[in-house]
């Protein structure tokens, strides 16, 4: 009978396969976290674009649908203070393209709604008892971290640096994720804004497991079974995967965005600061060739991102995704179509056929 | 009794483990060769900063110990029409040093001896006919290609995307060296300079594996015994080791590069342009933090090395790296110290143990 070898993030939650679907904010959905928690892995609620009251609700549907273990996830950033004189000149960067579009330069800019981990989510963490909850750009202040702890809720977060992974692990985190250069979407960096001391997921997993004691979760270019096999063979105890589950039904992702990671071999992605101020990989775009995928004009982290949302929309309803960060890991070719569950069991039967044929 | 299961590249080029030593210019030696190829891997002869002369004597050094075969590499960038102006510009940027160091800023520029593959260097390999020839930054001219081929020598080179790999494949390569974004010294791009274009180890190995028929060869990042199982498990046939092995006794590097790699686990690396106009990871220094790591002042390859030369030679003789091209891939501080033969028998042993306990 095939079973995992290394049991400790099986453990660590209660889950049968080791297999967690990333978080994906404004991507991933309620369903795709029933349908993996239901498959045996572990599924994401992904907060960072929810208010707290949207985020109970959504709670509130997941537990519904499935007994199993739940990831919640927060980002951590530090709100920034608005810079007037940068988001005029970032809204005067993109005036031609609002011409262009028929839209006016001047109308107000949407809010951007990425909040970071507070007091009114800790209490929904509180009220919510999540078995696990998982944090993005480092963790929060240590009293609100405290309490998550209290719950005795599982705690996670990213590390793109071994510095990073030993910076939590002495704070506690119950497993690290190391995620990879490869990973699609906003990367996890907390301790230095240099991208260029990030690690491909190769080199990055076996040094953040030689580097701390708790488990380590690989993260990163990881779509297929070979994948989930090669992390194992790198050290770590499980795998969290984000692009591949972003073609599932379940997923949040438009017909253009599909598209494009459909043809995802021909494509290319780009680390981007564009689209929020932080660098994330996406596919690249009209607006990445024209302004360069980093760009130090983008406000700070999340402001760039409401200017964008017109454009986007508009391009977007004429079939064009010019202006749409559209988010995508640098293995997009090797994912497979079919249901979020369907996928999580396929990728655990096929890496564990692998791992003991 | 283990065995490799995948024996595409131990047939192709007659070999026992599927381990290639990284040919390394000016840091791999005759004796490394020998070392690797007596252990069963294939040792590899990197000619770049060799002339005809010097090559055709360190190859005749090699066969005379050892029966095993050999991997000849070869540069075969185009060489720079040297443009006076900006190399003006280089030095003046790198006057302020050569003042500090107590150099003449207006002394001769010592040549830099990196050459591409040519005529003499086809007639070498007509002669002497290594079983392996492998190339760096592309294929040099169809009418070159084509002799060494005509001699009955396998041929290799290195892809940093799966445009790459497929142009290769098409060109008739026997097979694709996949080099992820984690590999030290130069990458091997050949068709976009854009480097953010270029994939971690995890991403590009399964995709080229996809992408083409030959069998591929997975380098960036493999250091010990579990980077070579994770490559298999990619779907490699074989593996390709550069900065494992500077840490061998048959390595040129010097004292203060070992120095530097020994504590690689506090350092980080980073692609620079600096030391030959090309970009290629090294540790980063004070050059690399003074100029930033990519500066397009300096001249195009190779021409930016000669007007560091004297800065390099002046530092390192005060035991300083600040003007050292410190070359090392991502995952160094999982480096071992052992002699080139030891270390192949030891990486194959361990990997055939965790491929089948």
Redesign the interface.
Known sequence: MNSWHDRRILDLFGIDLPILQAPMAGTSTPEMAIAVSAAGGLGALACAQLSVEQARKELATIRAGTKGPINVNFFCHTPPTPDPGRIAAWRKLLAPYYRELGLDPASPIPETNRVPFDDAFCSLVEEARPEVVSFHFGLPAPSLLDRVRATGARILSSAT??AEARWLAERGVDAVIAM???AGGHRGHFLSDDI??Q??????V??VV??VKVPVIAA?????A??I???F???ASAVQIGTAYMLTPEAKVTDLHRQALRSA?DH?T??TTLFTGRPARGMVNRLMRDLG?INPAAPSFPLAAGALLPLKAKAEAAGSGDFTNLWS???A??AREMTSAELTRRLAAEALE?LAP
Chains 1, 2 share one sequence.
């Open positions: 640096t071994i990879g250069l490869e260029g001391l690690m491909g997921t190769f080199a990055l076996p040094q030689d580097a990163g270019g990881i779509t297929d070979r994948g096999v090669a992390a063979a790198l050290g071999s290319h780009l680390l995928a890991g640098q293995a070719s090797l692998k």
